[in-house]
């Protein structure tokens, strides 16, 4: 056999194993959207309940859409404890709000887009580094997983965090160069639109880079000009309100730190965490196995962003959302490590390159189930709403009993889709000049949009979560107490949901 037939045969078969790679990856990913479109889309503005942490950004969001700056009744600086979600991201789902005129599906659905950009992230992007097999893995194992179910259906900034995080990450798992590095600075970037916890990913991307000066401008430099341009406006329109409510926020997570962070408490916290199922277990083995292989960028920032949260927080497992920027990076690590595991301790079988998707297609068979027949239930279920169609139901006799003048006082999870003006009792307590959670040092009359004078509302509306939650709060039932419940009226209920109308108003000609 001469020369040129070798190059003949050498190039025949590049061309065979480019077009199996191609045809792997496109059945690869086929079975990503056709997992991700069953158990993302179906019931979904149902499943799960609606919970207060979206419902309020979808309020904050309907008005930034519109150009103002507001949380309902409060000016918004969007680094306030109320409400710390950045305006990129809450301007998307508020436009998608108002687009859709109320309906949550729109937003929901835009969530669920990031989910499946994560799964495509994990298969093709890190899959690149790593193999397509393992990239699979980790793609099924994120998208089956109970919590990112439901949490990807929810409206949370986080999840735009955790999509941007993780390309950061992926891109560090790369060849080095300059180009990779700036696609990593652009993945920091979605997140520095949507939520504070990207100091926790720049801080894990400082920590990969560390001992590469020269790498530090283009990771960091993308999140810090995108991430100011994002608020610039907020700093046009009011600076000191801005630079005021950065320190309380500075202070409320300080605070937590000292609580619930201080000693022995946050290994402890840290060590509940990856303890509380058999899947952050498993999640917590492969990280300490990943930061030994090409995985190391992806698993370090993993142990950061895990070890950052837990310093102040101890309710990771019943408040999940506040991890779900983590969990990608969960799932890859456990992905390629289940690869690895398999591919040695199962030499003997032909099979072995299944034996890694067992344990997706058990997640699978568990969370179908219950996403088909509107049945996921979240782990903070006492504090979502026990019913959408009694909150809906009340929704829609207030508005036909108001006008946009009108004040209603509600919580967020009512006052989102109502057409009027409306604060929440919280806001009540700041309006009289007393401290509440998350207005510690109260609030000034002039951050007030519209005053939230409970003396001067119409309805007065109690949810379930109010019995549970808002009436326990700091000074609540002082301003309740100061007008007594006599001076309402009940005039509506369905369900949990009780509609109270004030007796110094005069009963509406619509009613």
């Known amino acids: 056999m001469d020369q040129a037939d070798k190059h003949q045969i050498q190039g025949t078969k590049k061309i065979y194993l480019a077009g199996l790679r191609h045809r792997v990856t ?79 599906a729109w937003p929901r659905l835009f969530n669920t887009f990031l989910a499946l950009g994560i799964a ?28 990112s179910v439901i949490h990807f259906r929810w409206v949370y900034a986080h999840n735009a965090a955790a999509l941007g995080i993780l390309l950061c990450a992926s891109s560090l ?20 639109i949507s939520h504070p916890l990207v100091l926790h990913g720049g801080i894990a991307a400082w920590l990969n880079r560390w001992n590469q000066p020269k790498s530090w401008i283009r990771i960091l430099l993308p999140p810090l ?15 000191s309100w801005w630079w005021s409510d950065l320190h309380d926020l500075r202070d409320f997570y300080t605070g937590f730190s000292k609580e619930l962070g201080a000693g022995i408490q946050w290994p402890l916290n840290f060590w509940s965490f990856f303890t509380h199922d058999y899947f952050h277990a498993l999640s917590g083995c492969s ?71 067992l344990l997706p297609t058990a997640l699978l068979i568990h969370v179908g189930p219950k996403v088909w027949s509107s049945a ?16 809906a139901q009340a929704i829609d006799w207030v508005n036909d009993h108001t006008r946009p003048s009108d004040l209603v006082i509600c919580h967020w999870n009512v006052g989102w889709r109502l057409k009027c003006q409306n604060a929440d009792l919280m806001m009540c307590v700041g ?55 006599s001076a309402w009226i009940p005039v509506y209920q369905s369900g949990s949901c009780l509609v109270l109308r004030s007796r110094a108003d005069q009963p509406d000609a619509k009613q």
Not at 432 to 450: I, N, Q, V
Request: aromatic share 14%.
């Open 225 to 239: 000009l995108l991430g100011t341009l994002c608020i610039l406006p907020i700093w046009i329109w009011n600076f």
């Open 287 to 357: 990280l300490l196995i990943c930061l030994f292989t090409p995985m190391r960028p992806i698993a370090l920032t993993g142990i950061v962003l895990v070890a950052l949260l837990t310093q102040n927080r101890q309710n990771l497992p019943v408040f999940y959302y506040q991890a779900v920027v983590a969990l990608p990076l969960l799932t890859a690590c456990l992905g390629f490590s289940l690869v690895k595991v398999c591919k040695k301790c199962f030499r003997a079988f032909s099979f072995r390159r299944l034996i890694p998707f």
């Open 120 to 147: 495509w992230t994990c298969l093709f992007w890190f899959g690149r580094r790593v193999g397509f097999t393992a990239g699979l893995t980790a793609a099924l194992l994120f998208l089956t997983y109970e919590q």
């Open 431 to 485: 309006w009289d000049g007393l401290p509440t959670f998350t207005y510690e040092h109260g609030l000034p009359r002039d951050r007030f949009r519209y005053p939230a004078d409970i003396h001067k509302a119409k309805f007065l509306v109690l949810t379930d979560i109010d019995r549970i939650w808002t009436l326990a709060q700091p000074n609540v039932n002082a301003v309740l107490n100061e007008r007594s419940i």
């Open 26 to 104: 496109r059945t690869f990913g086929l079975i990503v959207l056709v997992t991700w479109a069953s158990l993302y889309l179906p019931n979904i503005a149902s499943t799960p309940r609606w919970y207060g942490d979206e419902t309020i950004t979808l309020a904050c969001g309907q008005d930034l859409a519109q150009g103002v700056f507001a949380n309902r009744a409060v000016w918004n600086t969007y680094i306030n404890p109320q409400f710390c979600y950045q305006p990129g991201y809450v301007f998307i789902v508020g436009m998608l709000s108002n687009l859709g005129d109320g309906n949550i």
């Open 173 to 192: 798992t790369l060849r080095k160069c300059s180009r990779r590095e700036w696609q990593s600075g652009l993945g920091l970037a979605i997140a520095a």
């Open 376 to 391: 996921l239930v979240s782990r903070n279920d006492p504090w979502v709403i026990q019913s959408n169609h009694d909150h």
